[in-house]
Nanobody, 123 residues
């Protein structure tokens, strides 16, 4: 089983960019589809995108398509979410997740979660 730890969150001005990282422990990282989600208080966790196990196929939600890039480095057990053109509406806790299903565009498709990292976008 993998354990996940996100980093890279923080405060950014509107129009700025962030690169979130997800560090995975365990030797089975490459066997998992990796996903990124976000959540604001009182709302459901929102799927942002996912990346396949070994061939780097990506799948994005419409809300972030065109301004986000998901990548992974299996040799380093790392996954990344690059987000550009951030707006106050992107303020949320961002989570990475690992799961067995591709593209896994729902919370139920992932069974391992990080603790989340806060992203705050100021206007």
């Amino acid at each position: 089983q993998v354990q996940l730890v996100e980093s890279g969150g923080g405060l950014v001005q509107a129009g700025g960019s962030l690169r979130l990282s997800c560090a995975a422990s365990g030797r089975s990282f490459a066997m998992h589809v990796m996903g990124w989600f976000r959540q604001v208080p009182g709302k459901a966790r929102e799927f942002l995108g996912s990346i396949s196990r070994n061939d780097n196929k990506t799948y994005y939600a419409d809300s972030v398509k065109g301004r986000s890039t998901i990548s992974r480095d299996n040799a380093k057990n790392m996954a990344y979410l690059q987000m550009n053109g951030l707006q106050p509406g992107d303020t949320a806790v961002y989570y990475c997740a690992a799961g067995p299903y591709w593209p896994g565009a729902s919370v139920s498709a992932f069974d391992r979660w990080g603790q989340g990292t806060q992203v705050t976008v100021s206007s």
